[in-house]
């Protein structure tokens, strides 16, 4: 083995995504809006193909929904931009086997593309088990987790009338992806072969990943370190857009925590690989983003809030979006499952 020990928002949330008054102009995943409707011409659509992202090379692949760059040698984000979570995945090759970081929102295979990518043995991993992140992991034989609750809850699926919303019409930029049924889309059971926990090392043969258990955003959130390569995947805990941390099951005393972690690592990296939108950010964002976290909780920075209990906090290059009960103390549950859309009640 090659580990070593070391209720539904729906189309308002959609509402949500369209237009972000920050400086970053990242209107797309879990991004704010101020008056804008659903519909409007200030979308994610009209940002694409992202800048950050035509930055890298494309690789040309037979499909009509995802879209692969190679960030570096040996190193592939697997990008969902005709949806508006903007969802990407990670492809990490070694010499030996790979290690797939996420598996997407499910919508068509992410196998098909993997696999004309590498011939290597692959093991999916997850940055965490919100429905847009294991959609494609019963495509997959080997699938390790961090061994929580809310894990094992999640690996039931996720049933259409909690992502309806997500193949909403609005949803697309272009459609759906080719023989989506939108009617009965749904996240598919799956199961572990394996778990890790934080300070195991994933060895691919020539590349050794780091894993980091840092929950906050949900209680299974990880990041995976490249020490030697300086390459830092954050999964959800960090991206330069609206940072949601505002569903019952986050803890922003654990993020708070989390988020400190990860800044700590910033003189030793060189390149974030965050979840959504753009497949490249600044390290230096994490500090930013730990210390935002910190004004937050201590009432330094005021909000906006909005519907659903939440609140937007603006900072220069990203977003925080929390709710009123969890800024006041009060705590989810945190064994049950979640898709990552429920908002409190």
């Given at each position: ?29 879990e991004?704010?809006?101020l008056?804008?409707?659903a519909?409007a011409?200030?979308r ?16 040309d ?5 995802f ?6 040698d040996?190193?592939?984000a ?9 969802t ?8 030996e086997?790979?290690v797939l ?12 593309v ?5 011939r ?27 061994d ?11 049933p ?16 759906p992806?080719?023989g ?29 990943l780091e ?12 990041a ?6 300086g390459?830092l995947w ?14 019952p099951?986050?803890d922003?005393?654990?993020?708070e925590?989390?988020i400190?972690?990860?800044s ?6 060189r ?6 939108n753009t497949i490249?950010a ?6 930013e983003?730990?210390?935002?976290i ?37 705590r989810?549950?945190?064994?049950d499952?979640?898709?990552?859309l429920?908002?409190?009640?």
């Amino acid at each position: 083995m090659f580990v070593s020990s070391g209720p539904r928002v729906g189309r308002e949330l959609l509402a949500l995504t369209l237009l972000l008054s920050a400086p970053s102009a990242c209107a797309g995943k879990e991004t704010e809006t101020l008056e804008t409707e659903a519909g409007a011409t200030d979308r994610w659509c009209d940002l694409l193909p992202r800048e950050a992202n035509t930055a890298f090379e494309r690789v040309d692949m037979e499909s009509d929904w995802f879209e692969v760059y190679e960030v570096e040698d040996g190193v592939f984000a697997l990008t969902e931009p005709n949806q508006f979570q903007e969802t990407i995945s990670y492809l990490i090759l070694g010499t030996e086997r790979a290690v797939l970081f996420d598996t997407g929102l499910g919508m068509t295979s992410i196998r098909a593309v993997v696999d004309h990518l590498t011939r290597l043995p692959v093991v999916v991993l997850n940055s965490h088990t919100h429905y847009d992140h294991v959609g494609g992991n019963h495509e997959f034989d080997t699938v390790l987790t961090v061994d929580t609750p809310y894990s094992r809850s999640n690996q039931r699926g996720q049933p259409h009338s909690e992502v309806a919303g997500e193949v909403a019409e609005e949803s697309f930029c272009e459609g759906p992806p080719k023989g989506l049924d939108t009617e009965l889309f749904h996240t598919r059971p799956w199961t572990t072969s394996g778990t890790v926990v934080d300070g195991d090392s994933l060895d691919l043969g020539g590349r050794l990943l780091e894993v980091l258990h840092i929950p906050g955003h949900t209680p299974d959130s990880l990041a995976l370190l490249d020490r030697q390569g300086g390459l830092l995947w954050t999964g959800d805990s960090y991206y330069d857009a609206t940072i949601w941390l505002y569903v019952p099951e986050t803890d922003l005393d654990a993020y708070e925590h989390s988020i400190a972690r990860l800044s700590a690592l910033v003189p030793s990296v060189r390149r974030l690989l965050p979840a959504h939108n753009t497949i490249s950010a600044d390290p230096a964002h994490l500090s930013e983003a730990a210390r935002a976290i910190r004004q937050i909780r201590n009432g330094s920075v005021q909000g906006v809030e909005r519907s659903g209990k939440r609140v937007v906090f603006r900072f220069e290059n990203f977003s925080i979006l929390t709710s009123r009960p969890l800024l006041d103390g009060k705590r989810g549950i945190q064994s049950d499952g979640g898709s990552g859309l429920s908002t409190w009640r």
